[in-house]
């Protein structure tokens, strides 16, 4: 097999061997010559030798016949053999081409596949360190710009391949690299203060839960607290509307007698009055002027047609107490004694009805006294029940923010330890770029003169 890059070299294809011919030209002017001298021989010979002699020679021609038809067929293989043989050696000689050219073909396939890869692989690392710089947080954006223009220039191979790179390719290259180093640095410090960060946020994570669990438990205690004192204020109204209904009634019940004591209350007092002032004045002539008497009269008159006395004597009075006691007849000063003597007598019955009624009164004032000194005590306790329910509903409405800000507090707290999370995440994903970035730099640091 030939070695691969290297053309095979085609064997030249000789033609017809003109020193074979020879030899066959010489062998047959051998022979040639050998009959001829033996039939030189045979004429020289007698005749009785002769028919031997030519029948030897017959043999010999018979045999050198069968020498020449094996040495033809020996050549004719030969010859076959030889054909075969180049037939053979073109035949190899063609495959061994076709494989040379295969193989330059599959070589240069090769090499331009490795190329475009290495094409592909240099736009790509260029890429990635682009990214990485663009990515760089707090960065000068000049700083930043000059890098990004300057990166399609920097790792460019020199002419040739061969040569190092410029000083300039060197620095600039040193320059990205410081960058991307400084990069990696700043967002692994970062990444850790976040992670510590985020370590010290899960531990008010775990106050924030455990405050939540306290509110939770405080709302439901506000909650059964507020259902209990629902329960004691509707007991409590319930017996104050019974304790007022029971009042209501005793004093719908009473109101009849009431009314009847207030009326006798009432005639005792205007008859006291009477009796002991307008009558009184009229019957000892005590009148000042004509107006006094006047007035006095009219109260007598009023309580007469109040109780009823006879008509001839209610005619009567006022004409015996117009006059005073000095200028009254004897009919006159017997009409203002009997009158006297009838509302004396009907004020002493008042007072019988009083001192009657007194007893009965203060046992039925008593007993409705009692009744609303109970309703009233019902009511207070619905007052304080009441207040005792808004108290609850205002402590469970105080649980209910504090849950709700432990809960809003929870929330914020699981987002803050996310963010840092996730801050972290970033800052360790920016690092391990970086530290990439660097390496893919190093890469085509070592590409430049390749």
């Known amino acids: 097999h030939a070695s691969p890059g290297w053309p095979l070299r085609r064997l030249p294809i000789s033609p017809p061997s003109k020193a074979m011919m020879q030899v066959q030209d010489q062998v047959q002017q051998c022979v040639t010559e050998e009959q001829q001298q033996q039939q030189e021989w045979q004429q020289q010979q007698p005749p009785v030798e002769v028919d031997r002699v030519v029948e030897q020679e017959q043999q010999e021609q018979q045999q050198q016949q069968q020498q020449q038809d094996a040495q033809d067929h ?15 050696r073109m035949e190899e000689e063609r495959r061994l081409a076709q494989e040379q050219e295969a193989l330059e073909k599959e070589r240069q396939q090769a090499m331009e596949k490795l190329r475009k890869e290495q094409e592909e692989q240099h736009r790509a690392d260029l890429a990635m360190v682009t990214r990485a710089i663009a990515e760089i947080d707090g960065f000068p954006e000049a700083a930043r710009s000059m890098l990004l223009d300057g990166l399609p220039h920097a790792f460019t191979a020199s002419e040739g391949g061969n040569a190092p790179a410029h000083k300039m390719q060197a620095g600039f290259v040193d320059l990205v690299a410081s960058a991307l180093e400084d990069a990696s640095t700043q967002s692994a410090k970062e990444g850790a203060e976040a992670g510590a960060a985020q ?11 455990k405050d939540l669990l306290e509110a939770e438990a405080a709302v439901r205690a506000a909650t ?21 209904s029971e009042h209501q009634q005793v004093e719908r019940a009473g109101q009849a007698a009431t009314k009847l004591w207030q009326q006798i209350r009432e005639e005792h007092e205007r008859a006291a009055a009477v009796a002991g002032g307008s009558l009184h004045m009229l019957a000892t002539g005590g009148w ?13 008159e009023e309580h007469l047609q109040t109780i009823k006395i006879h008509s001839a004597l209610a005619a009567a009075v006022p004409l015996a107490l117009e006059v005073r006691p000095a200028k009254r007849a004897r009919f006159d000063t017997v009409t203002v004694d009997t009158i006297t003597d009838v509302v004396n007598k009907g004020l002493a019955a008042l007072n019988e009805k009083l001192e009657a009624i007194a007893p009965e009164e203060a046992e039925a004032s008593a007993e409705l006294l009692g009744l609303w000194a109970i309703a009233d005590v019902a009511r207070d306790q619905v007052t304080r029940a009441e207040s005792a329910h808004s108290d609850a509903q205002a402590s469970l409405m105080i649980a209910n923010a504090s849950f709700a800000k432990a809960t809003e507090k929870l929330s914020e707290q699981k ?29 085509l640091k070592a590409g430049m003169s390749s």
């Open 199 to 209: 370590k010290a946020a899960q531990q008010e994570l775990e106050t924030c839960e």
């Open 224 to 244: 059964a607290e507020v259902a209990a004192k629902a329960a004691l204020s509707t007991d409590a109204a319930k017996a104050a509307g019974e304790a007022e």
């Open 74 to 88: 020996e050549r004719k293989q030969e010859m076959e053999l030889e054909k075969e043989q180049k037939m053979a």
């Open 415 to 443: 987002e803050t330890i996310s963010s840092f999370a996730s801050r972290q995440a970033i800052l360790g994903a920016k690092a391990e770029n970086c530290k990439l970035a660097l390496s893919v730099v190093d890469r």
């Open 288 to 300: 000042e002027d004509d107006d006094m008497k006047s007035v006095a009269m009219q109260a007598v």
